[in-house]
């Protein structure tokens, strides 16, 4: 590990969190022999904060149980953040992060991924809130919901409506961080333009480096960091390695948006089923753990000093000041090949390190930026 590695403020923007532990009744306090995340091995990375990004995805969409299972995750990592307060506990600024840390301890930034109700349930929000998260990804993860698109599902809204704005503006005035990925791209310029705050891209690639629909735009980075938000650079191949997204596009193919027709998106109907919130827990176990196990073959595999190149590119598009690192562990990247786990966090520092980056931009990657901007909105300064 460098020593500018170990010094510095490390803060990862989007690291998978409670999925294995409510399914499979696991603790993230141990050491798992698989997946890519775990107290133990972020400690070996140099961490010192992550976006515990808790997760309700489509499999319990058709049900209609996504808002039991947000709040089953949320309480969940709040458990396993008590029951490992020696190494973590939760923040709920950047304040906290700091103190947290001159404990020698990691802080926990919660952050939702998925619907935690498709409607957009202003009350089910504050709750959330209440209980502790301060991030929240507007998109039902890979969804449209009932007020904003998302880049990969069908276009209803034409970007987000006005009940979308409401939730933007409750999260502003409860000073939540507003992360738009997964949003369309006319979703996250208007969510950008609606919001009172900075707002967040919390992990992706650039679509002008891969075009896959996840990407962000080029429009929409510049547009996020002249309002002051941060862009965080994904870890894997798919969004960051134009000869592997080539090699896998086959099997992937772009959705073509048909043209925005107001109407209620098909996954807000309850569907006819028999399955309970339990049938749905043994069919989500059989992911799990959301880690890319295939082989990749030499030439489609990337390296660190690529990874570097594209948070070189962010730098170069909206400034030092609004690129950090959101990536995605345990939610199913292909890793570059220096990288196996968490605890390979300090080949980033050493690829920009060659990039000939100055310590100072380095910091401002590793967290600071993250840092930044969660002061700014959790506590408006």
Same mark, same amino acid.
């Given at each position: 590990?460098?020593?500018?590695?170990?010094?510095?403020?490390?803060?990862?923007?989007? =690291?998978?969190?409670?999925?294995?532990?409510?399914?499979? #009744?696991?603790?993230?306090?141990?050491?798992?022999?698989?997946?890519?995340?775990?107290?133990?091995?972020?400690?070996?990375?140099?961490?010192?904060?992550?976006?515990?990004?808790?997760?309700?995805?489509?499999?319990?969409?058709?049900?209609?149980?996504?808002?039991?299972?947000?709040?089953?995750?949320?309480?969940?990592?709040?458990?396993?953040?008590?029951?490992?307060?020696?190494?973590?506990?939760?923040?709920?600024?950047?304040?906290?992060?700091?103190?947290?840390?001159? #404990?020698?301890?990691?802080?926990?930034?919660?952050?939702?991924?998925? %619907? +935690?109700?498709?409607?957009?349930?202003?009350?089910?929000?504050?709750?959330?809130?209440?209980?502790?998260?301060?991030?929240?990804?507007?998109?039902?993860?890979?969804?449209?919901?009932?007020?904003?698109?998302?880049?990969?599902?069908?276009?209803?809204?034409?970007?987000?409506?006005?009940?979308?704005?409401?939730?933007?503006?409750?999260?502003?005035?409860?000073?939540?961080?507003?992360?738009?990925?997964?949003?369309?791209?006319?979703?996250?310029?208007?969510?950008?333009?609606?919001?009172?705050?900075?707002?967040?891209?919390?992990?992706?690639?650039?679509?002008?480096?891969?075009?896959?629909?996840?990407?962000?735009?080029?429009?929409?980075?510049?547009?996020?960091?002249? &309002?002051?938000?941060?862009?965080?650079?994904?870890?894997?191949?798919?969004?960051?390695?134009?000869?592997?997204?080539?090699? *896998?596009?086959?099997?992937?193919?772009?959705?073509?948006?048909?043209?925005? *027709?107001?109407? =209620?998106?098909?996954?807000?109907?309850?569907?006819?089923?028999?399955?309970?919130?339990?049938?749905?827990?043994?069919?989500?176990?059989?992911?799990?753990?959301?880690? +890319?196990? *295939?082989?990749?073959?030499?030439? +489609?595999?990337?390296?660190?000093?690529?990874?570097?190149?594209?948070?070189?590119?962010?730098?170069?598009?909206?400034?030092?000041?609004?690129?950090?690192?959101?990536?995605?562990?345990?939610?199913?990247?292909?890793?570059?090949?220096?990288?196996?786990?968490?605890?390979?966090?300090?080949?980033?520092?050493?690829?920009?390190?060659?990039?000939?980056?100055?310590?100072?931009?380095?910091?401002?990657?590793? %967290?600071?930026?993250?840092?930044?901007?969660?002061?700014?909105?959790?506590?408006? &300064?």
């Amino acid at each position: 590990m460098p020593d500018l590695h170990r010094d510095a403020f490390v803060m990862d923007g989007h =690291t998978h969190v409670m999925s294995r532990e409510l399914v499979l #009744k696991t603790d993230i306090g141990q050491r798992y022999k698989d997946g890519t995340v775990d107290l133990p091995r972020a400690k070996e990375g140099g961490l010192d904060a992550m976006f515990f990004s808790v997760y309700t995805p489509e499999n319990y969409y058709p049900g209609r149980f996504e808002t039991k299972n947000t709040f089953r995750v949320v309480n969940l990592a709040l458990d396993q953040i008590r029951k490992n307060n020696a190494v973590i506990e939760l923040a709920l600024n950047a304040s906290d992060i700091e103190r947290i840390n001159k #404990k020698g301890k990691m802080a926990a930034f919660l952050d939702l991924e998925g %619907g +935690y109700d498709l409607h957009g349930d202003l009350d089910l929000l504050r709750a959330l809130y209440k209980l502790g998260l301060r991030a929240m990804q507007l998109t039902a993860h890979s969804t449209t919901n009932a007020f904003i698109d998302a880049c990969n599902d069908v276009y209803t809204w034409g970007g987000i409506n006005d009940h979308g704005k409401a939730v933007i503006r409750e999260m502003n005035n409860l000073g939540m961080v507003i992360n738009v990925a997964h949003a369309s791209n006319d979703a996250i310029l208007q969510s950008v333009a609606a919001s009172r705050h900075p707002v967040i891209y919390s992990h992706g690639g650039f679509y002008k480096i891969v075009d896959h629909p996840r990407c962000i735009s080029d429009e929409a980075a510049k547009a996020i960091a002249a &309002k002051g938000g941060v862009i965080g650079v994904h870890f894997g191949s798919l969004f960051n390695n134009p000869a592997y997204w080539a090699w *896998q596009k086959p099997n992937n193919p772009v959705r073509k948006q048909p043209v925005p *027709q107001p109407k =209620t998106p098909r996954i807000l109907a309850t569907q006819a089923t028999n399955q309970t919130i339990e049938d749905v827990d043994r069919e989500f176990a059989r992911e799990l753990p959301f880690t +890319y196990n *295939q082989t990749i073959p030499d030439e +489609y595999w990337m390296h660190v000093d690529q990874l570097a190149r594209v948070i070189d590119y962010g730098v170069n598009l909206v400034g030092e000041d609004h690129i950090a690192l959101g990536s995605d562990l345990d939610g199913g990247p292909e890793l570059p090949r220096e990288i196996k786990d968490i605890s390979d966090y300090p080949q980033i520092t050493m690829a920009l390190q060659r990039l000939g980056y100055t310590d100072q931009r380095i910091r401002k990657i590793l %967290g600071l930026n993250w840092l930044r901007v969660i002061r700014e909105v959790t506590e408006g &300064k």
